[in-house]
């Protein structure tokens, strides 16, 4: 054994490290507390919290009734049920939309399975209430969630491409294209 080890062996050099650095927070301690319910913390921009459904900025739905987020919610927390738009068969809206947030995984499946993008996560988390019947959302609760965390919204898809509109037959007063 060298002479340096022998004498940090001696000394207790770790136990006299670990000292040290308990006792250089303990003197300089700087309090991190937070104020809760006035001062909040930032969430990061991948932060999953409620669920909401988006609307368009004509006011007009994004949800087309697929049904593609029920089938890929993996605890089975959504009840889509679509139906037809009067005089168009090729158009389907949701009828009715419910969502039991007390059973969400958070895991953001359905929004990720969406092809329209009509379902977005907020980063809303305080939701306590004192009877979890509250948190069986409906299809008005789940638009007033998208209202309020996502006041930008995009126009529809056929004014932010102009070419969907004329191959697309569910619209009769958009002309066809010239061929």
Request: aromatic share 12%; glycine share 6%.
């Amino acid at each position: 054994m060298k002479f340096g080890e022998w004498v940090k062996t001696l000394i207790f050099y770790e136990i006299l490290m670990g000292m040290k650095a308990t006792l250089t927070h303990l003197l300089h301690y700087k309090p991190i507390t937070l104020q809760y319910p006035h001062e909040k913390k930032p969430l990061p921009p991948n932060y999953r919290g409620m669920l909401a459904l988006l609307r368009y900025d004509d006011e007009t739905e994004k949800c087309v009734g697929c049904d593609l987020c029920e089938a890929a919610c993996p605890s089975r927390v959504i009840q889509v049920y679509s139906a037809e738009v009067p005089g168009e068969p090729t158009k389907r809206y949701a009828k009715e939309y419910y969502m039991d947030m007390t059973r969400c995984l958070f895991c953001g499946q359905c929004v990720d399975a969406c092809p329209v993008d009509a379902l977005g996560m907020t980063q809303e988390f305080e939701w306590a209430v004192y009877d979890k019947r509250n948190l069986q959302l409906n299809k008005q609760q789940l638009l007033a969630i998208g209202d309020r965390a996502f006041p930008v919204r995009e126009k529809r898809i056929e004014f932010q491409h102009p070419n969907v509109a004329y191959f697309n037959v569910s619209f009769g007063d958009i002309p066809q294209k010239d061929a």
